[in-house]
């Protein structure tokens, strides 16, 4: 990293600056749910209540999907808890009709807005990949566990609606620990060259499993990556709502437009497990996480509804029952869906099964 030399340097020689990127994260909500100065409210009350009901949804599925597990009823997953509104947020700016979402693998909310149904979800969990399967129409592809190796993929789907001529944008979620793999700088690099109409929203939760940020990378901020690949990059605060769903929102509206991809930062913090095989009491200070509980998007939003008349006791608890429904409901229906047969492992390798793959078939079955 290059810093300001102590003494005068060649003339019109232009030293980077590093603290150009330490600019504070956009905000339009304090903490406390009051507007910050100068801010103004990008979602109507129905809109915030609507993208609530969402959030709520998700820490419910989280904590109802968690007791299963430890139980032995329910397989592992990635909770989102304290995340949500980094993926609600994004996720209101796409259109479902005609963009993309390609997830990693702590995406729910998202991916449930985007028309991905809750049981699908829970029969992935169970082992049910069949049952879990992308429902036709839905524009979402497969949870990828390989870490960054959904981002080319990503590029690789704008480019080709792209040279189609389909007005659509691709939003491609991502962690923190992801742009440290070189998946990531192919996918950015590619994009830049080509002005690809892609968004690239990292989740940046202080953690890639154990390791922290700052064991990761030196730079002040992810986002001013973004320069070196030739587009535009921003620093949102990810546990506010509203402001997420603005800077999606113009992100999007700037990839559409043919002017480029874009990186967003969303600074957030992953409030549970990393999966359900984690104990991040281990690594994680408890100081640290009290003072991320402090900023609980959730409770973030309930408050700036409450103070609207938009929230009350009596509507939390409604909804709180309704959501809880909707999980359970969920669950249940993904627990009833068919399992997978120890053929099934052949099936979708290529799309004529080949010689050598039927004789394996067989064998592995026992047939002659």
């Not at 999606?248 to 002017?259: I, K, W």
């Not at 700036?304 to 229906?333: F, M, N, P, Q």
């Amino acid at each position: 990293m290059l810093t300001e030399p102590s003494a005068p340097s060649a003339p019109g020689v232009a030293w980077f600056r590093p603290e150009a990127a330490a600019a504070p994260p956009h905000r339009v909500l304090e903490p406390s749910g009051d507007l910050a100065p100068g801010a103004e409210a990008v979602l109507t009350a129905d809109e915030a209540q609507q993208a609530l009901e969402l959030m709520m949804l998700s820490r419910a599925y989280d904590e109802r999907a968690t007791a299963l597990n430890r139980q032995g009823l329910f397989g592992g997953f990635a909770p989102a808890t304290g995340q949500e509104a980094c993926l609600v947020g994004s996720a209101l700016a796409l259109d479902p009709a005609r963009d993309w979402i390609v997830p990693q693998y702590r995406e729910l909310p998202a991916l449930v807005r985007h028309g991905y149904p809750l049981e699908r979800l829970a029969a992935f969990s169970l082992g049910k990949t069949d049952a879990a399967a992308v429902p036709e129409g839905v524009r979402v592809l497969p949870l990828q566990f390989s870490l960054a190796a959904q981002l080319p993929h990503a590029v690789g789907l704008a480019w080709g609606r792209a040279l189609q001529g389909r007005d659509e944008v691709v939003l491609a979620y991502c962690g923190e620990g992801a742009t440290s793999e070189g998946d990531f700088h192919e996918a950015c690099n590619l994009a830049g060259v080509l002005a690809l109409p892609v968004v690239f929203l990292v989740q940046d939760n202080g953690w890639a499993i154990t390791t922290p940020r700052r064991l990761q990378t030196a730079a002040l901020s992810l986002a001013v990556r973004a320069v070196g690949y030739g587009f535009r990059g921003v620093v949102v605060d990810g546990n506010d709502l509203l402001a997420v769903a603005q800077v999606a929102r113009l992100a999007v509206e700037h990839a559409r437009s043919g002017a480029g991809p874009v990186l967003v930062e969303a600074r957030t913090y992953r409030l549970g497990l990393h999966n359900m095989t984690d104990d991040p009491r281990r690594y994680r200070p408890q100081a640290e996480v009290d003072e991320a509980r402090r900023l609980d998007p959730i409770a973030r939003v309930q408050r700036y509804l409450a103070s609207t008349g938009a929230w009350d006791d009596g509507r939390a608890e409604a909804v709180h029952r309704r959501v809880s429904a909707l999980v359970d409901e969920a669950i249940e229906r993904a627990r009833r869906m068919p399992g997978q047969r120890p053929g099934d492992v052949f099936d979708h390798v290529f799309a004529e099964p080949t010689a050598n793959l039927a004789v394996q078939r067989r064998r592995a079955l026992g047939q002659p």
